[in-house]
């Protein structure tokens, strides 16, 4: 399986790794700074260099036998034993982190149960449960840039799955669980303002993301509201 650096740095931009596989579906590393698909966060893209040349790294995603480095469409594959670097396409993870810890803060001003959520490049949404009117967005455009200007700092912890179990208020998201089974949970807390289990990838302080602006809010069903947020700076 591979080592998860990214798990616990978000901000490595680039390692080097033994390939444990290669084939169609992509190449299996030994240990990766690149986060794949998952939790509505798009998979990493970047470089590998390894002695079969340079080649781009189109996406990645979870496979049985570790994370997939999907390579470019021709891409000449390195075998496995081979010793690789692979280097982060950093401004869009950048962007992913910003985002995705944005929508973190939107949990913590927004009354209601997560239903869905994607993040992007500098834009994402989350879908809540919401009865009654729906929010009012510059009101939530303002709370929400108070709270990124208070700094906060964003912190990494672990709990254990029967923890999660006995305060299953931690878990914001109605649709998809965190994941458990390994005995352990990640948990990412924002200052004393947000503290959920989280596997994605998060800045270091609320400072970090820069303003933000809640644009559609949209009905999606009875109680369901779209809301969407992009970076202004």
Not at 1 to 13: A, G, N, V, W
Not at 77 to 105: C, I, K
Request: charged residues 25%.
């Amino acid at each position: 399986m591979t080592e998860e650096l990214f798990r616990e740095d978000s901000y490595l931009k680039s390692c080097k790794a033994k390939v444990l596989s290669a084939g169609p579906e992509g190449v299996v590393l030994d240990r990766t700074v690149f986060y794949p698909t998952g939790g509505g966060q798009p998979g990493d893209s970047g470089t590998m260099k390894s002695a079969a040349g340079d080649v781009a790294i189109a996406d990645t995603v979870k496979g049985e036998g570790g994370i997939l480095h999907v390579l470019e469409e021709g891409a000449a594959l390195p075998a496995a034993g081979d010793e690789v670097e692979v280097t982060l396409d950093w401004d869009r993870r950048y962007l992913h982190m910003r985002t995705h810890t944005a929508l973190h803060l939107l949990c913590s001003v927004v009354d209601g149960g997560v239903t869905g959520g994607q993040i992007g490049a500098g834009k994402g949404r989350l879908d809540f449960d919401i009865p009654g009117e729906r929010p009012e967005k510059e009101a939530l455009t303002e709370a929400l840039n108070a709270v990124i200007a208070g700094d906060h700092p964003v912190s990494l912890s672990w709990i254990t799955d029967a923890e999660l179990e006995a305060n299953p208020d931690l878990v914001r998201t109605m649709s998809v669980k965190p994941p458990m089974g390994s005995g352990k949970v990640r948990m990412v807390k924002i200052g004393d303002v947000d503290y959920q289990p989280c596997g994605g990838t998060h800045v270091r302080s609320t400072a970090e993301i820069g303003r933000i602006q809640v644009g559609k809010i949209e009905n999606k069903g009875k109680q369901n509201r779209r809301i969407n947020i992009s970076l202004v700076d």
